[in-house]
């Protein structure tokens, strides 16, 4: 069997201003990088105004296993198969970050024939953007420690600093640390530490932001830490603002690359799904949505964290309203999910497939919960059997939603065009989208209403300095911000191993944090980490270079 890359290297791709032609933009409206890649430029997206706005399609799924569920495949192949079928539709996914592509993961660009490529650019340094906000953040850490060194005319309290710097790269034992040490020349020793690019709040704010003058002015808005008095002092302050935006001004411009049949994507940001709020660029969405009858987009890892932030959170601030929901299942992970080990996977289990339908099924009513309807994509594999296949399409219709049987991964576009009609048909009617909450309810509401509706937690605990934080904030004008979520991606629960539906658990939030600028509340629940580690046989020990200088071992 050909691995992705193998795949993908026989893409037939055509010059990048073909594919712009394709959404009626001119060779001065892209800013090409190269052949196959370009970005879309600023003056181009002002030009976009209010036209209408096309259809737009969110494609989560259950909770991630080892078994694999393949929700990027799925929203490339659901792109490919609408435009096979007559709608002009774009795909709109996050960048992948080198951390979990070195670490556990090896790519994300999709699967088999149903791929986004330059594969191998898209996996690693891509057009730069990561590393423009590795270096904004970072510049913004230096010059706070900087302001320290030279007088500290602002008197931060150098044991309340806050800002941490980052760098696109699992790395465990940056996680804390002790910086300036060797005398007075190298500054103020300190304890901090180092969180992965993906998790840090210029990311977020990247993907927020609708245009250069709301980057800066969120960007303003972050808070670093606070002064002896305990007053917050923000970028602003510190006057790091406008060179922030600097270094971010071309990384803002979403990125546009095409499908292996030719299809228009854009792929841009990415904030990780666990840890921060797990969704591309509102730009290049809106962008999209302005080029095409029909966007496509996904939100990370399972519904109880992606969607419930991408519909919280994003289309919130963005002023966005999905039409559709497709929920990715798989009959190997819901076999999982019923107690089947991996290694017993390809053989028939109706019966575990049942067990683990029941995270298939809530996930269902949590997407319904939103006014939002559902499609089930049930992303197909070798080893599943006509009997497990119906069983889940009868499980699927005794709940009242459509499951189409997906072949994107060995048939490209052809193999989910029973997935796009069946999108379509509920795309074209009306939605009745509200989000989970209100803007005026208090944060800690909030949290508990994401923990109790989405995940069925029986209580939550907040830790005392949080539940104080939480009132502080409240007080200072920060309550109508929504809530993210970080929480492990593999149960509803806080802990991973917890799969299928559990019920009767505690969700413990352990440390919140302000992203002001981003415009939301963090909640640290259970073991999260917010710079990953590598795994004990990391994907980095596959990836080199063959003879012919091409790249091996990304998949």
Same mark, same amino acid.
């Given at each position: 069997?050909?691995?992705?890359?193998?795949?993908?290297?026989?893409?037939?791709?055509?010059?990048?201003?073909?594919?712009?032609?394709?959404?009626?933009?001119?060779?001065?409206?892209?800013?090409?990088?190269?052949? /196959?890649?370009?970005?879309?430029?600023?003056?181009?997206?002002?030009?976009?105004? /209010?036209?209408?706005?096309?259809?737009?399609?969110?494609?989560?799924?259950?909770?991630?296993?080892?078994?694999?569920?393949?929700?990027?495949?799925?929203?490339?192949?659901?792109?490919?198969?609408?435009?096979?079928?007559?709608?002009?539709?774009?795909?709109?996914?996050?960048?992948?970050?080198?951390?979990?592509?070195?670490?556990?993961?090896?790519?994300?660009?999709?699967?088999?024939?149903?791929?986004?490529?330059?594969?191998? /650019?898209?996996?690693?340094?891509?057009?730069?953007?990561?590393?423009?906000?590795?270096?904004?953040? &970072?510049?913004?850490?230096?010059?706070?420690? &900087?302001?320290?060194?030279?007088?500290?005319?602002?008197?931060?309290?150098?044991?309340?600093?806050?800002?941490?710097?980052?760098?696109?790269?699992?790395?465990?034992?940056?996680?804390?640390?002790?910086?300036?040490?060797?005398?007075?020349?190298?500054?103020?020793?300190?304890?901090?530490?180092?969180?992965?690019?993906?998790?840090?709040?210029?990311?977020?704010?990247?993907?927020?932001?609708?245009?250069?003058?709301?980057?800066?002015?969120?960007?303003?808005?972050?808070?670093?830490?606070?002064?002896?008095?305990?007053?917050?002092?923000?970028?602003?302050?510190?006057?790091?603002?406008?060179?922030?935006?600097?270094?971010?001004?071309?990384?803002?411009?979403?990125?546009?690359?095409?499908?292996?049949? &030719?299809?228009?994507?854009?792929?841009?940001?990415?904030?990780?799904?666990?840890?921060?709020?797990?969704?591309?660029?509102?730009?290049?969405?809106?962008?999209?949505?302005?080029?095409?009858?029909?966007?496509?987009?996904?939100?990370?890892? =399972?519904?109880?964290?992606?969607?419930?932030?991408?519909?919280?959170?994003?289309?919130?601030?963005? =002023?966005?309203?999905?039409?559709?929901?497709?929920?990715?299942?798989?009959?190997?992970?819901?076999?999982?999910?019923?107690?089947?080990?991996?290694?017993?996977?390809?053989?028939?289990?109706?019966?575990?497939?049942?067990?683990?339908?029941?995270?298939?099924?809530?996930?269902?009513?949590?997407?319904?919960?939103?006014?939002?309807?559902?499609?089930?994509?049930?992303?197909?594999?070798?080893?599943?059997?006509?009997?497990?296949?119906?069983?889940?399409?009868?499980?699927?219709?005794?709940?009242?939603?459509?499951?189409?049987?997906?072949?994107?991964?060995?048939?490209?576009?052809?193999?989910?065009?029973?997935?796009?009609?069946?999108?379509?048909?509920?795309?074209?009617?009306?939605?009745?989208?509200?989000?989970?909450?209100?803007?005026?309810?208090?944060?800690?509401?909030?949290?508990?209403?994401?923990?109790?509706?989405?995940?069925?937690?029986?209580?939550?605990?907040?830790?005392?300095?949080?539940?104080?934080?939480?009132?502080?904030?409240?007080?200072?004008?920060?309550?109508?911000?929504?809530?993210?979520?970080?929480?492990?991606?593999?149960?509803?629960?806080?802990?991973?191993?917890?799969?299928?539906?559990?019920?009767?658990?505690?969700?413990?939030?352990?440390?919140?944090?302000?992203?002001?600028?981003?415009?939301?509340?963090?909640?640290?629940?259970?073991?999260?980490?917010?710079?990953?580690?590598?795994?004990?046989?990391?994907?980095?020990?596959?990836?080199?270079?063959?003879?012919?200088?091409?790249?091996?071992?990304?998949?």
């Amino acid at each position: 069997m050909r691995s992705d890359i193998e795949i993908a290297r026989e893409a037939q791709k055509l010059p990048i201003g073909q594919i712009a032609a394709r959404l009626g933009l001119a060779e001065t409206d892209i800013l090409p990088y190269g052949h /196959d890649k370009a970005k879309i430029t600023h003056d181009c997206i002002r030009r976009l105004g /209010d036209r209408p706005q096309g259809k737009l399609v969110l494609v989560t799924a259950i909770n991630p296993t080892p078994a694999g569920e393949g929700k990027t495949t799925t929203t490339v192949g659901l792109g490919d198969a609408l435009n096979r079928i007559g709608k002009r539709a774009t795909i709109c996914i996050r960048e992948a970050s080198l951390g979990p592509n070195f670490g556990t993961k090896g790519g994300a660009a999709g699967g088999g024939m149903a791929q986004i490529v330059p594969m191998e /650019d898209m996996n690693l340094h891509f057009t730069g953007d990561f590393h423009a906000i590795t270096s904004a953040h &970072n510049l913004l850490a230096a010059m706070v420690d &900087n302001h320290i060194y030279w007088g500290n005319t602002l008197r931060i309290d150098p044991r309340r600093i806050t800002w941490r710097r980052v760098m696109d790269m699992n790395d465990r034992v940056l996680r804390q640390m002790v910086v300036a040490l060797g005398g007075p020349p190298n500054g103020y020793p300190r304890e901090t530490g180092f969180d992965i690019t993906v998790a840090s709040e210029v990311m977020a704010i990247l993907c927020l932001a609708s245009d250069l003058d709301d980057l800066r002015e969120r960007l303003g808005r972050i808070v670093i830490g606070h002064t002896i008095e305990r007053q917050p002092i923000t970028a602003r302050d510190i006057g790091a603002d406008g060179a922030m935006t600097v270094l971010l001004k071309d990384a803002m411009q979403p990125n546009l690359v095409q499908t292996m049949e &030719n299809n228009p994507a854009l792929v841009h940001g990415g904030p990780f799904g666990n840890i921060a709020h797990g969704c591309n660029s509102a730009i290049a969405t809106r962008t999209a949505l302005s080029l095409s009858d029909y966007v496509v987009t996904e939100a990370g890892f =399972g519904a109880d964290l992606g969607a419930e932030k991408f519909l919280d959170i994003k289309c919130r601030l963005a =002023g966005l309203k999905p039409d559709a929901v497709v929920l990715v299942a798989t009959v190997r992970a819901l076999k999982m999910n019923g107690g089947v080990a991996r290694a017993d996977l390809g053989a028939e289990n109706v019966a575990a497939l049942q067990a683990g339908c029941a995270n298939l099924g809530r996930h269902i009513e949590n997407l319904r919960g939103y006014g939002l309807p559902v499609v089930v994509a049930i992303n197909h594999f070798t080893t599943d059997t006509e009997a497990e296949t119906e069983a889940l399409r009868d499980y699927c219709a005794s709940h009242g939603v459509q499951a189409a049987l997906c072949r994107h991964w060995s048939e490209g576009g052809a193999g989910a065009e029973e997935l796009a009609r069946a999108v379509v048909a509920q795309a074209e009617g009306e939605s009745d989208f509200a989000p989970l909450y209100l803007d005026d309810m208090p944060l800690r509401d909030k949290i508990e209403t994401v923990c109790k509706r989405i995940y069925r937690a029986a209580d939550v605990e907040f830790l005392p300095h949080v539940a104080d934080r939480l009132a502080e904030w409240q007080a200072a004008g920060h309550g109508s911000m929504p809530v993210c979520m970080a929480k492990t991606q593999y149960s509803f629960s806080a802990d991973p191993a917890a799969l299928g539906a559990p019920t009767g658990f505690t969700i413990p939030v352990r440390e919140v944090r302000l992203a002001a600028g981003a415009g939301f509340v963090v909640a640290i629940c259970g073991d999260i980490m917010t710079m990953p580690g590598l795994p004990r046989e990391p994907a980095a020990l596959r990836i080199g270079l063959d003879a012919d200088g091409l790249v091996q071992g990304l998949f």
